[in-house]
């Protein structure tokens, strides 16, 4: 697509159950990012998928946390028996690989509250 | 390791003034250095990049950012602000020998008052 995709744009969940956020990258773009922003925060870098290779996990808070991407394109960031402190906005970004230096492309983000 | 600090967390500015907005990172090796821009309710898009050459770099809307090395800086700057340049602006910095992650600062609202 013409650009990064995500859904759903707004989730609320209760406390304690599991939530699914998705990502669609640009098409061709083999790198792909999740980030959280929270209020007052800035962005925190989740995770980062390159092609093939092992996915770099160190930003993920807690083993509540885990993404997957499936044929080098769409990722899934599942966060399991969600807290309240899990509320945030969670972006979504894709670059092409090796091309950092022209930035990543961001989705809209998905708005996450745990109420 | 990588990081930025952007030492305002609210910037308010009359309509027509100048505004700088404050960026220092923190690097051994040598960098590539990012403004985004947030509008309220949209996504972060890309203001200006610092990659390589000249150190005077400058965006489509008359923002401007000048790496400095020696001070480990990247402020961004506008002679005279508009409306709708009222945002969030992000600065960011990944080291440049194959780290593809980008360190994100707290971010500095921007407030223009007419």
């Known amino acids: 697509g013409a650009g990064v995709s995500q859904s759903p744009s707004n989730k609320v969940t209760e406390k304690g159950k599991d939530v699914e956020l998705r990502c669609d990258p640009i098409?061709?773009?083999?790198?792909l990012y999740w980030y959280r922003q929270s209020l007052g925060q800035g962005l925190e870098f989740l995770i980062y998928?390159?092609?093939?290779?092992?996915?770099?996990k160190s930003g993920l808070p807690s083993d509540r946390f885990s993404a997957e991407r499936t044929g080098g394109s769409v990722s899934t960031l599942t966060i399991q028996r969600t807290q309240q402190e899990d509320s945030a906005v969670y972006l979504c970004?894709?670059?092409?690989?090796?091309?950092?230096?022209?930035?990543?492309?961001f989705g809209s983000g998905t708005r996450l509250t745990v109420v | 390791a990588q990081s930025v600090t952007q030492l305002d967390s609210q910037v308010p500015v009359f309509e027509e003034a100048p505004v700088e907005l404050r960026c220092n990172y923190s690097?051994?090796?040598?960098?590539?250095l990012f403004w985004y821009v947030q509008y309220p309710n949209q996504g972060l898009q890309l203001l200006l990049k610092?990659?390589?050459?000249?150190?005077l770099v400058e965006s489509i809307n008359g923002f401007e950012a000048e790496f400095n090395k020696s001070q480990t800086s990247f402020h961004l700057r506008k002679p005279s602000v508009h409306i709708s340049d009222t945002a969030e602006y992000f600065c960011?910095?990944?080291?440049?020998?194959?780290?593809?992650?980008?360190?994100f600062g707290t971010g500095t609202r921007l407030t223009i008052i007419p």
């Open positions: 970004a894709s670059s092409l690989s090796g091309q950092l230096r022209y930035g990543y492309t």
């Open positions: 098409s061709g773009h083999t790198a």
């Open positions: 998928f390159q092609g093939n290779s092992a996915p770099d």
């Open positions: 690097s051994s090796v040598s960098v590539y």
């Open positions: 610092y990659l390589s050459g000249s150190t």
């Open positions: 960011a910095v990944s080291e440049d020998f194959g780290n593809e992650k980008l360190t």
